[in-house]
């Protein structure tokens, strides 16, 4: 049995994968340099995991994986070197497991998490088992991957590091195409230009979803047409490109009673009513990208549209984790401009009439600095806006600060407080029934979502 082990184990795409090598029979083991939330349920999965690196945990490795976030000079990959184990990046080993699979990349800087979730969970409830792997637990499911029977392979194509450069997908879907990553992508032309070559991994009888709702996106239809690949445009316009050979349309979208929006599907010139419960307009396009793509796999377009209005979401994207004293505690993985944005009008959609806290942990150095005008007017529709320090994630700290953000910030109501555990103190005592709480971060201010909601349903008890 091939033993295979993975550092950086305990992020969401190396544990996705460990997961899914479990369930195909590889012998699998981990490390990580600290523990996260994902660990023990890859522990009672019966993967053996390392806290800390160590030459040692890759002493009977026939082969290394690492995440992007893991360098050159981390003892476990230069112990492996030492031995002759290969060491590979992500990029360079997804495809081995996609081998004999139809494969599925949903890719773009917005809203692949969700959408490779959606259609998940479509070809899960039409009988498909696929295999997966998505960069949130579904909840739905419960997990994060999975080595199905199926046919089908669906995953997240990462961007970071150009992960996902290293696939070989049949059908790839773009949601959007929107600056990010400046730290591997210096400017916008050179995030583009990724696309664009991720588009030419598609065989000659491969296809491209794209939605033409977004510039980046729509131009990558062309790209499509050039390279003589077949391309599917979705939107809710009615001027869908021309560059497409098919279209999918979403028509009459407005909010409904369960939360979310509810609206037509037309795809491939057949109509379906959705009725969808996760909330954000923003989600009406990733369910029609994922109704696309099951229009192209032959199955039925009525039976996944009444499927989608069970889709429950995905972990940290819009995710309640509870309400007490009134107070509803909401925590999302946004940390580019325009998912925040989205994310409050969403809020703002289902919370019409409450007052809304943001809390926003910004997310790597050089993302804050390079999208800093946009990040100074992303929370229009927040009442009360909390900015925490910086989280590094893979970048040496800077002495560069939040605060300059803050600042710069129009908003009335805005505010920085550095410390997490502050700001946990500060909105126990400031925040009143009727209240919604959004926490905003892709690094540990999650935390401050836990505390909260601990002390709210500690004061609830305590009163009733």
Known sequence: MEHIHLIGIGGSGLSAIARLLKEMGYAVSGSDRAETPLLAELRSAGITIGLGHSPQNVSDADLVVRSSAIPDDNVEVAAARAAGIPV?????FLSRLM????????????????????????LTALGQEPSFIVGGVLNNLGVNARAGKGKTFVIEADEYDRMFLGLKPVIEVVTNVEHDHPDCYPTPADFQAAFVEFVKLLPPDGVLVACVEDAGANALLAEAGRAGRKAVAYGISDQLSMNS??????KNVKANERGGFSFEAIVNRQSSIVNLQVPGSHNVLNALASLVVVSLLGLSLEAAAQALGQ????GRRFEVRGEANGIVVIDDYAHHPTEIRATLAAARSR??????W????????????????????????ADQVIVTEIYAAREPIQDY???QVVQAMPHLSAQFIPDLPAVSDYLVSHLRPGDVLLVLSAGDADLVSTQVLAAMQTSEVRHA
Do not use: C, E
């Open 88 to 92: 590979l990046k992500r990029a360079n």
């Open 99 to 122: 081998a004999g699979k139809t494969g599925i990349a949903v890719a773009g800087t917005h809203g692949k998490t969700t959408t490779t979730a959606m259609l998940v969970w479509l």
């Open 245 to 250: 050979d098919q279209w999918a349309l979403a």
């Open 311 to 314: 889709f429950t979401g995905t």
């Open 351 to 356: 919370y019409a009439d409450r007052h809304i």
């Open 358 to 381: 943001a809390v926003w942990q910004p997310h790597t150095f050089s993302r804050t600095q390079t999208l800093f005008d946009q990040f100074t007017h992303a929370f229009a529709d």
């Open 401 to 403: 600060s939040a605060a």
